[in-house]
C-alpha cells in the first residue's frame, strides 16, 4: 500500500515537497520506500515557530496546479512532456537526445522537427513575457564576446553580465566585430537594466572604446583588462559564462539560419537567467536572487493550455542553515501572486 508524505527540504525552511512511499518490512524493521518524487507542496501549514511574516508568505498560499494531462489546444502532447522538451534543450541536449529520450520515457516516436516547433514557438512566448521585467543590478558590469564557425563564416555572440547579481543583462549576435555591433550590445544592457553603469569592465578589443562611451558617456569608467587581470579590470566571470555558453554553441552549429541562432540566444539568456541555479547566486537563479518577483519559475509557467491563468512569483529569500562552509546556499520560496487574466 501506498500513500502520500510531506518532506520540508531542508529542514525549518518551510518549503515542501510531496512524495509517494510504500512501507517496506524487512524483518523487524519497518522503513518507507520512497516510490517517485511528485512535486512542491503549497498545502502544508507553517512549522511551528515560524511566523507568516518571517516566511514572507500568506497562511493560505494561492495554489496553482496544473494536471498532467493538461494539452494545448490544437496540440496532442501534454503541457508539462513540451516543458519537459524545452528544460531538457535549454540544458544542453540535441534535438536528437531529446528525441530520444521522449522514446524512453513517454513511448512517443516524433520527428526531430516537432521538437523545433515547440521550442520555436514558446521561446518566443517566453520573450514576450519577460519582456517587462526590470533586474536589479549593481553599478559594475563586464563584457565579452565569443565566435563559432557558421559554413565558411565565423559568427559572434556579444555578451554583458552585471557581476554583483550574475544578471545577463543582453546578448547580441552578428556576423561582424565591429564598433556598431559593441554599442548595439550596450544599448540592450541599458535598456534592460534602465539605466548606465559605473564601470564597464572589457578585453581588449577596439570597438568596445566607442561604443561604452557613445552610449553611457561620462557616466561610466571603461576599464580593459581580461580573465587574469586584477579583480578591477578581470572579465573572469563573463569567460566562465561562454564556458557555459559552449553547451548551446555546440547545438547551433546545425542551424544555417541566422534568425534560428539569434532566437535560440534570446532563449536560452531566459533559461540563464530565470531557471538555471547559478553557483555565484546561492545555488539559485540570477532573477530569483534579486528578491523581485519573477514572471515565472520554470518553463511549465510558459507553456500553458488554453484558460489556465498567467501568475507572477513573490521571492522569498533564506540562507540554508546546514551549509555553514563556503559560498552561503539560499533558498528561494516562490509564492504565486493573484493570477493575471
Known amino acids: 500500500m501506498t500513500f502520500i508524505r510531506a518532506k520540508e527540504i531542508p529542514p525549518r525552511s518551510g518549503n515542501w515537497y510531496d512524495y509517494e512511499v510504500m512501507t517496506v518490512h524487512e524483518g523487524d524493521r519497518v522503513r518507507q520506500k ?51 522538451a524545452l528544460g531538457m ?39 514576450k513575457e519577460a519582456r517587462n521585467f526590470k533586474p536589479m543590478v549593481g553599478d559594475r558590469w563586464v563584457a565579452d564576446e565569443t565566435y563559432m564557425k ?16 550574475r544578471y ?16 548595439a550590445l550596450m544599448d540592450l544592457a541599458q535598456k534592460k ?38 579583480v578591477e579590470d578581470s572579465t573572469s566571470q563573463i569567460e566562465r559564462f561562454h564556458r557555459t555558453l559552449e553547451q548551446r554553441t555546440k547545438v547551433f552549429q546545425k542551424y544555417k539560419d541566422i534568425g534560428a541562432i539569434r532566437l535560440l540566444t534570446d532563449g536560452w539568456l531566459i533559461n540563464y537567467n530565470f531557471f538555471k541555479q547559478n553557483e555565484g547566486c546561492g545555488n539559485i537563479p540570477p532573477a530569483q536572487a534579486m528578491g523581485k518577483v519573477v514572471p515565472f519559475k520554470d518553463w511549465n509557467d510558459i507553456v500553458r493550455a488554453k484558460g489556465m491563468p498567467d501568475v507572477d512569483y513573490r521571492v522569498t529569500l533564506r540562507r540554508r542553515e546546514s551549509v555553514r562552509k563556503g559560498y552561503p546556499v539560499l533558498d528561494a520560496r516562490l509564492t504565486p501572486t493573484e493570477p493575471i487574466t
Open 89 to 127: 534543450y535549454y540544458g544542453g541536449m540535441s534535438l536528437d537526445a531529446v528525441q530520444q529520450q521522449f522514446r524512453q520515457n513517454h513511448d512517443l516516436d516524433m520527428s526531430e522537427s516537432n521538437y523545433w516547433n515547440w521550442i520555436a514557438r514558446f521561446t518566443k512566448q517566453a520573450i
Open 193 to 230: 537594466a534602465g539605466k548606465s553603469p559605473k564601470v564597464v569592465v572589457t578585453d581588449k578589443l577596439a570597438a568596445y572604446i566607442m561604443a561604452v562611451e557613445d552610449t553611457f558617456g561620462a557616466d561610466s569608467k571603461h576599464r580593459r583588462g581580461g580573465p587574469f587581470y586584477s
Open 168 to 183: 545577463l543583462l543582453a546578448s547580441h549576435v552578428s556576423f561582424t566585430r565591429t564598433g556598431r555591433d559593441a554599442k
Open 34 to 84: 520512497v516510490i517517485r518524487y511528485i512535486g512542491r507542496s503549497g498545502s502544508h501549514p507553517i512549522p511551528s515557530g515560524r511566523s507568516t511574516t518571517e516566511l514572507g508568505v500568506s497562511p493560505k498560499p494561492l495554489i496553482i496546479s496544473v494536471p498532467d494531462d493538461t494539452r494545448i489546444y490544437k496540440m496532442k502532447t501534454p503541457a508539462k512532456q513540451i516543458a519537459s
Open 150 to 165: 557558421l559554413g565558411k563564416r565565423n559568427i559572434y555572440f556579444w555578451d554583458i553580465m552585471d557581476t554583483d547579481t
